[in-house]
């Protein structure tokens, strides 16, 4: 015959099974959730990026055009100009793989070589991790921790992108540049 001690102590034995299992289908749920909402982000939620794009800040004139999605990618490039002269120019490529949708780019220096292969990096990438209708965020894993890319319609049809933590670009107070859209036959350059 059992002592009731024995009876007790038999639950709670299962208690801390219960418990693990539960922690590990807690987990499972969270990776399967997670891999769902990879599969479901797609370029073609990026056509909103298609464009030519501007800004001149502190006497430097940015510019950066967006292919629209085709052939499993998104292709842009990015020129800065100071008084006729470029600084640099961004190469990007934007594709869906098989682990979802990247963004991959290198900074060119004026002598064609990138500010990455000089430090010996490979090309910065960004994975694609939220859409809405008129916006996208990319994560990179950084030596410090994430760094977020976001790209932003705005209701008056400029293209808003911040980078940084993702408490920054939750926050009211992130800096994003404004680039204005141009049309195709607009003369660029300073």
């Not at 909103?48 to 085709?70: I, K």
């Not at 842009?76 to 006729?84: A, F, H, P, W």
């Not at 990319?138 to 980078?163: K, S």
Request: glycine residues 8%.
């Amino acid at each position: 015959m059992k002592s009731r001690r024995a009876e007790r102590r038999g639950p709670r034995r299962f208690r801390g099974l219960w418990a693990c299992a539960l922690s590990v289908l807690s987990v499972l749920f969270v990776v399967v959730a997670s891999a769902k909402a990879q599969e479901s982000l797609e370029l073609s939620q990026l056509d909103f990026l298609t464009g030519h794009w501007t800004r001149t800040t502190d006497g430097m004139y940015v510019e950066q055009v967006f292919l629209p999605p085709a052939g499993g990618t998104v292709v842009g490039l990015q020129r800065r100009t100071r008084e006729g002269a470029t600084l640099v120019s961004y190469f990007f490529i934007i594709q869906q793989t098989e682990d979802g949708v990247v963004c991959r780019f290198k900074h060119f220096e004026n002598d064609y070589v990138t500010y990455e292969d000089r430090n010996q990096t490979g090309p910065r990438t960004f994975a694609l991790i939220g859409t809405s209708p008129a916006s996208a965020t990319f994560e990179e894993q950084g030596p410090d921790g994430p760094v977020y890319l976001r790209y932003r319609l705005t209701e008056t049809d400029q293209l808003a992108i911040a980078v940084g933590s993702l408490a920054e670009l939750g926050s009211n107070n992130v800096s994003e540049s404004l680039h204005d859209r141009i049309d195709q036959g607009h003369q660029t350059g300073s």
